[in-house]
């Protein structure tokens, strides 16, 4: 049965028994084999844990302790204990065995049992997560190994990931790729089409002073509610308006000039049809965003956006798909056409954008969600280094600010600057602060917003997680981390 397995594998198998027997247990428990595998292959499994072989001897105690303990201690265990497995070792067995198949492996070692047990989640399960040890950090163990097995036998890594796909599979894979170049080629055809019918459609809709309504049913109606999100979130007041609802009360939105967006793939539905004389009736400009210039609804726009496409993205060319996104695509380009038109601002974005981490972003001022000085661990250039990692530990914020006598901030000291000083000097016991510091650190002014804040903490090439705070003469106010930006009150 255990032909496929390493020399240690086997030697789990028969160790697990052994403990089973230890601790008078009629059958081979998942526990046992865990133990069994922990103690098999000690090097391997001290690599998937964070403190190595004293972790592991943590581990294994505790497993250990989680096994009944007999009524009287077993006197003598005979070499030859055969114990039978339990139903759930079996079945971790068959997984670790399924794992090696699944990566190619003609050896099963005890890292494919391990794979198999976390699979099973057993009773011990608790105890190895606990340690930090997951199902795909043994999994990518083991595909390590299979790459460096690929290499020296030049086989391709991708065979020994999983099987290869069916044909039948492949015919998805490139109906899929198929779906998103026609949306790709359909986008970019309607960007070149893209004519003074926009500029007009914005000129229109600038000049009235109300708001905009966008109406379509069906798939339309749905790219409709999108593009009101849009038009609302970049200073243009927008409603959507059903067609079918319309002659039961909701043309009641309207007041008279507010321009309205019709979207339709076919240009031919009645609903949409019997909606435009009533909408005349309102004086209002009628901008379409039609997938058909020929259509009956398109002879009746001010302004026509053609949305047409060559074909839908399914391979029977039926459901909407390339013409809705289009669609959208020219309602977007419509939106982000009238915020330039508007001189719409990041502030003005942030006031429509009050909630979210969006909105935080440009609606807070590092000011408010900074550590003033006083809070932050704040020393002198000369202050011994030994005191700077206390001050830190008293204050972890990440970082301590260096302040000259005048205020004004003369470098940053951060657990990284902490590292590079313990690796660069053999002693460090006569180290000052302005020997470990970063000089001219990067900082940020007070009224600045998070969302400026944020660009320079991650546009960069080193990216860093906080940043002094400093007014326009240099002197130093407090620290922003990257904490404080997402998690900040």
Not at 320 to 343: D, E, K
Request: aromatic residues 4%.
């Amino acid at each position: 049965m255990f032909e496929r397995y390493t020399e240690a594998a086997r030697r789990s198998i028969f160790f697990a028994r052994y403990m089973a027997a230890q601790h008078a247990m009629p059958y081979v428990e998942t526990p046992c084999l865990l133990l069994a595998v922990l103690h098999e292959d000690r090097e391997r499994m001290a690599q998937l844990l964070p403190e190595g072989l004293q972790e592991l001897a943590r581990l294994s105690a505790e497993v250990e302790a989680t096994l009944p303990q007999p009524a009287q201690p077993v006197q003598k265990i005979a070499a030859h204990t055969d114990l039978p497995l339990s139903h759930a070792c079996k079945r971790a067995l068959a997984y670790g065995a399924e794992e090696g198949e699944r990566l190619g492996h003609k050896p099963i070692d005890c890292r494919h049992l391990l794979c198999g047990l976390l699979r099973e989640k057993g009773p011990e399960l608790a105890s190895l997560q606990a340690h930090g040890v997951e199902l795909e950090a043994v999994r990518l163990n083991l595909l390590q190994d299979a790459a460096l097995t690929a290499q020296i036998n030049r086989k391709p890594l991708h065979n020994l990931v999983d099987r290869p796909p069916t044909d039948r599979q492949q015919e998805w894979l490139a109906a899929a790729r198929a779906a998103i170049e026609i949306e790709a080629a359909s986008l970019l055809f309607a960007a070149e089409r893209l004519d003074d019918s926009l500029i007009r459609a914005v000129d229109l809709i600038l000049r009235q002073p109300g708001k905009v309504v966008v109406t379509g049913i069906g798939k339309s109606g749905h790219v409709a509610r999108t593009i009101v999100a849009t038009l609302c979130s970049t200073g243009t007041a927008a409603v959507f308006l059903h067609p079918a609802e319309a002659v039961h009360g909701d043309l009641g939105i309207y007041t008279p000039g507010d321009p309205t967006i019709l979207i339709s793939k076919n240009g031919s539905s009645a609903e949409m049809l019997a909606l435009v004389p009533l909408l005349r009736d309102f004086h209002s400009p009628l901008i379409g965003i039609l997938g058909s210039a020929a259509s009956p609804l398109a002879a009746r726009m001010d302004v026509l956006l053609d949305a047409s496409v060559e074909r839908e993205a399914d391979p029977h060319n039926l459901a909407p798909t390339a013409s809705a996104v289009t669609a959208l695509a020219i309602g977007h380009a419509l939106a982000i056409a009238l915020m330039c038109g508007r001189g719409f601002t990041p502030e003005e974005f942030g006031r429509f954008h009050p909630g979210g981490q969006l909105g935080r972003n440009l609606r807070l001022s590092v000011r408010q969600a900074m550590h003033p000085i006083g809070a932050v661990a704040s020393v002198a250039p000369e202050t011994p280094l030994k005191e700077v990692i206390i001050a830190m530990t008293r204050r972890p914020w990440g970082a301590a600010c260096v302040v000259a006598s005048d205020g004004t901030l003369a470098g940053l000291i951060t657990d990284g600057d902490l590292r590079r000083a313990l690796t660069n000097y053999d002693d460090v016991r006569g180290l000052r602060a302005e020997q470990a510091m970063t000089p001219h650190p990067v900082t940020i002014g007070a009224e600045t917003t998070l969302g400026e804040a944020l660009e320079r903490m991650e546009r960069r090439q080193s990216q860093i997680s906080v940043l002094p705070v400093v007014d326009d003469a240099g002197r130093a106010l407090g620290l922003l981390r990257l904490h404080d930006i997402y998690l900040g009150p």
